[in-house]
């Protein structure tokens, strides 16, 4: 799986690669250019803090690495052996029948593949974006990983799938034992109230390749 360690790794040899420092990266990508210090690695507490999913996407865009290319930097021997292939579901596929068990993991197997690094939740899996109600955060074609096993916090991007077969991806603002309440990332899209019971599973967006 990917520790902490490897992914902060994985940036400084992108930097690297690029000529840069972490700081000069950082800067490339339009973010602020402490972000990827050594400091800001670990919390004031001493807890791992991780580089979010954005922060990444915005250094692969401004270098034009590709996110192969990132994992290839992975580990001390380079990346050999943290990919593994993981499902590739489309999202009218994901409000279908058969794609999902009562946990939320994806079963069967009539569907794509796409090799991807290792990580601890072996159910996890990619969703391919369609439409626009996602938009600006995600776009027609971006993919998204999902981790149906990850936790969920208050302010994470989550993939939600109603009984009725309805399937969301939101943020989640608010989670009670009676009802979820789901933040839309489209300003133009209405965000959502779902009881509990009229909810089949929701699920940590983990990762984005955009």
Request: net charge negative; glycine share 10%; hydrophobic share 40%.
């Amino acid at each position: 799986m990917l520790t902490h360690a490897d992914v902060w790794r994985a940036i400084d040899r992108l930097a690297q690669e690029y000529g840069l420092s972490a700081s000069g990266l950082a800067r490339r990508a339009g973010l602020d250019p402490t972000t990827f210090n050594k400091s800001k690695r670990i919390t004031r507490e001493g807890k791992n803090r991780w580089p979010s999913t954005e922060s990444v996407a915005k250094v692969l865009t401004a270098t034009g690495a590709s996110l192969n290319e990132f994992v290839s930097y992975v580990g001390e021997s380079g990346g050999a052996g943290v990919y593994r292939n993981i499902p590739l579901i489309g999202f009218a596929e994901a409000g279908s029948n058969g794609y999902f068990d009562d946990a939320g993991y994806p079963v069967g197997g009539s569907w794509d593949e796409i090799p991807f690094p290792g990580f601890a939740d072996p159910h996890a899996y990619a969703l391919e974006v369609s439409g626009e109600s996602m938009e600006p955060v995600f776009r027609d074609g971006d993919i998204v990983i999902v981790s149906p096993e990850a936790n969920i916090r208050r302010g994470d991007r989550v993939v939600a799938r109603t009984r009725e077969g309805e399937v969301l991806t939101k943020i989640l603002a608010r989670q009670t034992a009676s009802r979820v309440e789901l933040q839309s990332l489209n300003p133009l899209h209405e965000d959502r109230m779902l009881l509990v019971e009229d909810l089949d599973w929701i699920a940590r967006v983990i990762w984005a390749s955009q």
